[in-house]
Nanobody, 123 residues
Framework: VQLQASGGGLVQPGGSLRLSCAAS????????IGWFHQAPGKDREWVSC????????YYADSVKGRFTISRDNAKNTVYLQMNSLKPEDTAVYYC?????????????????WGQGTQVTVSS
């Protein structure tokens, strides 16, 4: 069972990036998939998630209207489209998977984690 996050990089404020979270060894469609980020010296924070049942999406207030999470079950991959990026979005971004997630914002609710991808927003 493995999650592989990719797509991070250096981007100027106002720019866009698309992160990918690819799964191997299990079917992403049966899991709630969450994205978290962690800035240096700070706790890991929930960013967004997509449900396993009906594809409902949820976002932290700080990214609502700028980020979009989506799922491609055929590719066993979840994406996080990040637009209008701000310097405060700079962090390592992690994807995670959980089957019985009741508190979607809690890191403890997710069983599997990817290795993280660095996003840096700077001019």
């Amino acid at each position: 069972v493995q999650l592989q996050a990719s797509g991070g990089g250096l981007v100027q404020p106002g720019g866009s990036l698309r992160l990918s979270c690819a799964a191997s060894g299990f079917t992403l469609g049966y899991y709630v998939i969450g994205w978290f980020h962690q800035a240096p010296g700070k706790d890991r924070e929930w960013v967004s998630c997509i449900s396993s049942s009906d594809g409902s999406t949820y976002y932290a207030d700080s990214v609502k209207g700028r980020f979009t999470i989506s799922r491609d079950n055929a590719k066993n991959t979840v994406y996080l489209q990040m637009n209008s990026l701000k310097p405060e979005d700079t962090a390592v971004y992690y994807c995670s998977a959980g089957q019985f997630v009741t508190r979607i914002t809690s890191t403890g609710a997710y069983q599997y984690w990817g290795q993280g991808t660095q996003v840096t927003v700077s001019s």
